[in-house]
């Protein structure tokens, strides 16, 4: 195997760039740019010189012996001066030992995979955490990547591993006397099997780790000048949406990211609802009303009711005259003179985000798995009739959950993976 070689740290310049070498002939390049290397896990101040003996720069040298490493493997770390010209430099001499090549992108944490010293849970909330960009996303990713939901699957998969060494042993030596093989321990089994799915089920039904990437979807509803696109112009604190006393100005979805209190948000502005023969306005009628449909969070401005049971029933345009009381069943007014009613809205959303939201204490899923987990407990649910059925269910299952963990893991699914690493990652 290839040793490779990559800058680990922040794109140069900057004042401190790692230079990471992994691989059988880490520790031969060392030596060969830096001399004498240090003890394991000192760091010590080298000259590093090219093949000519022309100083590159003086850096702290850092040798970590496998297979107790990031990798797996034998591994260097070159803590460089971070101009772009010594560090293109030392790339160079590197490139010239024998062995030696630049890694591609998420080389290293795939030879970690490879390696053992981390599951592809891990490698996914490391690939999560490189693209944080809120943070509860950065929460979220940091739980995978430090081990928790791999935690729990090969929870799962032992408590399996359990239960069907204990079926096995029923259908294998049923006919021991130190064997329990009636009915109740049958039972008993089938019961184990049914609280393992609840358990499952309740971490798969809980919200999705996407929310906290893809951001809830907040729509704005209503008829024509109810004030949408001036309240998404508020929310967004920018002129994303065209406001004009014209009916019809909206014909199309707009949308808008915003990120609040670390809670990522995409606001959408609709056409107003109305029964219209223009056949572009009734596209956008259409779109408006599958967006109130998909939505998160309705954010309704008619007079009249909202077209879903949890909308939030706003009293828009509570400025102008005669609009200045609320009316009943109204969850609160917005004035666009009024920053207290737009943070009291925001207080609103923010409440509503929360229920919808992984909390930070909470074991969060992507949705691949997501669904592999629910299969596993689909597997699970098979009823159980038979200690053969419940045995290979149970085998199924267990499967399943390696898959999870990238146990059987394809190399097309891993490629896919790790090209949303950087280079040195």
Known sequence: MKTIFAVSSGRPPAAIAVVRVSGPHAFAAALALAGPLPAPRHASLRGL??????????????????????????????????????????????????????????????RALTNGRIDLTEAEGLADLLEAETEGQRVAAMTAAEGR??????????????????????????????????GAAFDAIVAGVDALADEIEAVVAAPPVERLKDGLRVVIGGPPNSGKSTLLNLLGERDAAIVSPISGTTRDRIELPVTRDGVAYVLTDTAGLIDTQDPIEAIGVTRAEDALAAADIVLWLADTPPPRADAIWIHARADLPGRGEIPAGRALAIAQTDRGSLDRLWAALHTRAAAMLPRSDAIALKAKQRRQCGLAVDALRYPG????????????????????????????MLDALFGRFCIGK
Do not use: Y
């Open 49 to 110: 010189r090219d093949a000519d003996g022309a100083l590159l720069d003086r850096a702290l040298v850092i040798v970590f012996p496998g297979p107790n490493t990031a990798t797996g493997e034998d591994l260097v770390e070159l803590h460089c001066h971070g101009g772009r010209a010594v560090i293109a430099a030392v790339e160079q001499a590197l490139s010239a030992v024998a062995g030696l090549r630049p890694a591609e992108p998420g080389e290293f944490t795939r």
């Open 149 to 182: 939901v791999s935690q729990a699957v090969r929870g799962w998969m032992d408590s399996v591993a359990m239960l069907s060494a204990r079926i096995e042993a029923i259908l294998d030596f049923a006919d021991e006397d130190d064997v329990a093989s009636d």
């Open 385 to 412: 009739l038979d200690a053969l059925i419940v045995a290979e269910h149970l085998r199924e299952a267990r499967a399943i959950l390696a898959g999870v963990l990238g146990l059987d893991a394809t190399g097309e």
